[in-house]
């Protein structure tokens, strides 16, 4: 078996206890038995790590997506397989964390889906403000349903992720 699989499940399974701030690569390679560089010839740090996980364990399942909506219930489909993993990998304000990563993915399909079509004739500044409360609501409301044992449908998450948006984004 390939090294990357056994730090990408330690990882998930730290993930499961605390959150990704609070992992340090000492613990993984620890857990592993193995050395520093070991973990360094395959990850730069353990962003990086975070992020393999995320896009093996849980968004190849939405890779390829188009729309917006589909990725955000798609890959509230897969976190809900590990919310807690999911939630403490999300709690981090890093530059590099999954959760900005997140919200970049859905920044970048709801720009390329033209959802903000009200907003097509403003100027460029007003669409990345909007864009931007947009990706923020969706991160803080995954979080929540996280949170919360993911108790609600994926749809009517999505569906609630709509009705909280800026009107001026959405049109149902």
């Keep these: 078996m390939k090294i990357e699989f056994f730090l990408e499940n330690t990882l998930m399974d730290l993930l499961k206890e605390k959150s990704i701030d609070n992992i340090h690569v000492k613990d993984i390679i620890a857990e592993l038995g193995i050395c520093k560089g070991t973990f360094y010839k395959y990850y730069q740090d353990k962003y990086d790590l975070v992020l393999h996980v995320f896009e093996n364990k849980f968004l190849?399942?939405?890779e390829g997506v188009?729309?917006?909506?589909?990725?955000?219930?798609?890959?509230?489909?897969t976190f809900r397989r590990s919310p807690e993993v999911v939630y403490n990998a999300f709690l981090s304000n890093d530059i590099n964390s999954i959760s900005n990563y997140y919200e970049a993915r859905i920044k970048k399909l709801f720009l390329e889906n033209r959802a903000a079509k009200k907003l097509?004739?403003?100027?460029?500044?007003?669409?990345?403000?909007?864009?931007?409360?947009?990706?923020?609501?969706v991160k803080e409301t995954v979080m929540v349903w996280l949170k919360g044992?993911?108790?609600?449908?994926?749809?009517?998450?999505?569906?609630?992720?709509?009705?909280?948006m800026p009107h001026n984004i959405y049109e149902p």
Excluded at 66 to 77: A, C, D, K, N
Excluded at 149 to 164: P, S, T
């Design 60 to 62: 190849h399942e939405v």
């Design 66 to 77: 188009t729309s917006w909506q589909e990725f955000i219930v798609g890959s509230l489909r």
């Design 120 to 137: 097509n004739n403003s100027d460029g500044q007003e669409v990345e403000y909007a864009v931007n409360i947009l990706t923020k609501l």
């Design 149 to 164: 044992g993911c108790a609600e449908r994926e749809e009517d998450v999505l569906a609630m992720i709509k009705r909280l």
